[in-house]
């Protein structure tokens, strides 16, 4: 049964550019069908007040690593692509195919599919056998491929498919059990560390491999000043290069790992502040086009160890909009940019029809208060887990209603 | 023998307040004067470990726990001698490096025991951060006895007892710490002494074993040993954590000899008056040659094992006064 259609009035409608209009947006069956100042209900519509609130994109959110729902829901995510880091990996085409359909219909979840079997980083997986299941793009995993002849394979190989290629940037050679950055504070805490260098390493080799592939290549996290110095000099000559970055990485630095904390073990470990800065002045100047939950909802029995022992990642797809609104705050971006990078641009990315406001898209909307201050709490979060290292932090932004090609969340 | 506090009394801030931790998890955070406070503490001990009835009974009836996830002969048995000394009832629970050190396992273990009342634990682990997490748990204090390549607080506190007999001052004393210093917990834990104490601490090893940003820690970095050894007062050698070690970091034992092992001739760059130490287990031939190991005078290797089940005692007798209640300290 078709239901009817959705106007969504009285709302600041966020564009791809600009300050938000005021203005409302309707929607019939599962797309965008009229914007504008002048729109109105027709007859027989559901109508909904956004009462001057922001209408935005749903987020897309360019790698989760667990389908959490009501977290995702939560941080007004509509879409999220999933990791190929699941047991079993998202190596073939039966999981991928399942994998597609485990959110419908109110979240849409695009699985990355593995670049190698087993997420091993040795032979090619059946990408293409992927792609027709449902695959969206390909992605590396937690790791990068240290076999540079098997990456360049890839690369060419995607690059025909027309998938691009999302990788961890962490040479591995460097890294080895890392699980901090070479620094005064691991040196101090007695933590296993690595130089920043091993992201720069990584990301110089895998741009050349690119560049010669004439693949895209998306570095789904990128953490230092040396790498997103190559990657905005790559970007100028025309490479067909892009990197996203989470939250956590442009709000924090090392020194957060004091007292052992296992919530701020990541991967790629948290940086040095000259590094959180650089974070910040590439999201500025268009560097970095994603940000990116890499929600990994993580109980005490992979968090509650020692630092080097727990598993690195947080819960973050509940923070993810209002941490990304202190940009906004900051004059770093204006709002339509902060869209860009958390809907536009991994939609794009995704080679799907979603993540911005416009006529003959889906229509994946939050209505969001942008100003609305609430309490970061670990007991009290919507996702599997409540590892965050924001716990008892005030933010701003929330997510007041959302819908999933024209049909309510929640 | 002179009472637990008469000595210093005079010195040091009046009851608690002259050592107001709840366990000892690492010398990081330590004043100045806490960490002479329990120098000034041993002293005692010293003198009752040398009598030929080493025994008092301070702590009759408390139960102290030596959880050790990690292979140990000479702390565990200092640790123990100490407790017995002061008249505990000692327990050590060895548990295997790798049998159990992952999983819930861990804060199961704390929980158990503290559900045994234990007054307090004293914990080896081969994690950073897994005494923390430990003490986060259970309600006695916690020693740490050594976790990953952090701290090893008894060890940095052994060190500058037995520096301080044998030089008396700490502040200008130039002290040459020389080896692993990367794997190194006793490294860190004496650095982080001997420089609150006002010493001028040179580090010396090759790059592969030198942490990054070490001298944000306030040393200076040597990659020449015979540079770091001019007119050192203090020569302390470390040994080569192997079993720490993935990948290769130093070409081969001769060739490290070669470089950094301490030999009668190098001693000599350092002033004539030089004391020798080394935490142990040492690899004779490698990082110390066996004459200067054993030189009389100067090798102070035995006396810092003296001085570690002394300065053990001292810290665990500060440590249960609260739980005995003595005055000033509830």
Same mark, same amino acid.
């Given at each position: 049964m078709k239901q009817a259609a959705l106007t969504i009035t009285n709302g600041l409608i966020v564009g791809r550019e600009g300050a938000p209009v005021s203005g409302a947006i309707r929607c019939d069956g599962d797309r965008i069908v009229a914007i504008g100042a002048d729109v109105v209900p027709q007859e027989g519509d559901r109508v909904e007040d956004a009462r001057g609130k922001l209408i935005a994109p749903g987020l897309v959110d360019l790698g989760v690593f667990a389908i959490d729902k009501p977290a995702l829901h939560f941080g007004g995510i509509t879409r999220a692509a999933l990791m190929p880091d699941q047991n079993p990996p998202l190596d073939r085409s039966s999981t991928v195919r399942y994998a597609a359909q485990s959110g419908k219909p109110d979240l849409w979840v695009h699985p990355l599919a593995a670049a190698t079997r087993g997420l091993e980083g040795s032979d090619i997986a059946e990408i293409a056998l992927m792609r027709d299941a449902g695959a969206k793009a390909v992605a590396t995993g937690r790791h990068w491929i240290a076999d540079s002849g098997t990456m360049l394979r890839l690369l060419r190989y995607c690059a025909m498919l027309g998938m691009t290629v999302i990788t961890h940037a962490e040479d591995s050679g460097l890294t080895g059990n890392a699980v901090a950055t070479a620094s005064e504070m691991a040196t101090r805490l007695g933590l296993p560390s690595a130089p920043v260098e091993a992201e720069a390493l990584a990301v110089a080799r895998d741009i050349a491999l690119a560049e010669m592939a004439g693949a895209k290549l998306h570095f789904r996290q990128i953490t230092t000043r040396g790498a997103l110095d190559l990657i905005r000099a790559a970007q100028k000559r025309g490479v067909a290069v892009s990197a996203g970055v989470t939250p956590a990485h442009f709000m924090l630095s090392d020194t957060a790992l004091a007292d052992f904390r296992t919530f701020c073990r990541f991967s790629p470990p948290l940086r040095r502040e000259d590094d959180r800065k650089a974070v910040i002045e590439a999201i500025g100047d268009g560097t970095i086009s994603v940000i990116t939950s890499g929600h990994d909802p993580r109980g005490p029995e992979d968090k509650r160890l020692p630092f080097a022992d727990a598993e690195p990642g947080m819960a973050g797809a509940e923070t993810l909009l209002p941490l990304t609104m202190n940009l906004v705050r900051d004059e770093v971006i204006d709002m339509a940019t902060a869209f860009r990078l958390l809907a536009t641009n991994p939609a794009r990315l995704l080679g799907v029809d979603a993540g911005a406001l416009e006529v003959?898209?889906?229509?994946?909307?939050a209505i969001i208060d942008a100003d609305r201050p609430w309490i970061v709490s670990s007991d009290k979060m919507a996702a599997a887990a409540g590892n965050t290292p924001f716990d008892g932090q005030g933010v701003q932004g929330r997510v007041l209603a959302l819908w999933k090609g024209g049909l309510k969340v929640g | 023998m002179t009472s637990a506090n008469s000595s210093s009394r005079s010195r040091y801030p009046a009851g608690s307040l002259a050592f107001p931790h709840?366990?000892? $998890?690492?010398?990081?955070? $330590?004043?100045p004067h806490e960490i002479l406070f329990l120098l000034d503490e041993a002293e005692q001990w010293v003198e009752l470990n040398r009598q030929p009835t080493k025994r008092v009974d301070h702590l009759r009836g408390l139960t102290i726990i030596n959880a050790f996830y990690e292979n140990s002969t000479r702390t565990l048995l200092s640790f123990e001698i100490a407790g017995k000394r002061l008249g505990a009832d000692v327990v050590n629970m060895s548990v295997g490096q790798s049998s159990v050190k992952k999983g819930e396992t861990l804060i199961d273990t704390a929980m158990t025991l503290n559900a045994m009342r234990a007054d307090a634990i004293v914990i080896r682990h081969a994690s950073s951060g897994a005494v923390r997490l430990i003490a986060e748990k259970v309600d006695c204090p916690v020693l740490n006895a050594g976790d990953g390549q952090h701290e090893h607080p008894t060890q940095g506190l052994l060190d500058a007892l037995t520096i301080k007999r044998a030089k008396g001052e700490f502040v200008g004393l130039k002290v040459v710490i020389c080896g692993d210093i990367l794997h190194s917990r006793v490294a860190r834990s004496n650095i982080l002494a001997l420089t609150a104490l006002g010493a001028d601490v040179r580090v010396c090893a090759p790059p592969a074993l030198m942490p990054a940003d070490i001298e944000r820690m306030r040393v200076t970095p040597y990659h020449d040993f015979d540079a770091a050894l001019k007119d050192a007062d203090v020569v302390m050698m470390l040994r080569l954590q192997n079993e720490r070690m993935?990948?290769?970091?130093?070409?081969?034992p001769r060739e490290y000899r070669h470089l950094y092992g301490l030999s009668v001739d190098r001693l000599a760059?350092?002033?004539?008056d030089a004391i020798v130490m080394h935490p142990g287990p040492m690899n004779r031939g490698v990082e110390i040659d066996s004459n200067v190991a054993d030189l009389p005078g100067r090798s102070l290797i035995t006396t810092q094992v003296e001085m570690g089940v002394a300065m053990r005692m001292a810290c665990l007798e500060v440590l249960t006064r609260k739980a005995r209640k003595l005055e000033g300290w509830q």
């Open positions: 003959g898209l889906q229509a994946d909307i | 709840r366990g000892l $998890l690492g010398l990081a955070g $330590l004043a993935t990948g290769q970091f130093i070409p081969s760059r350092a002033a004539g």
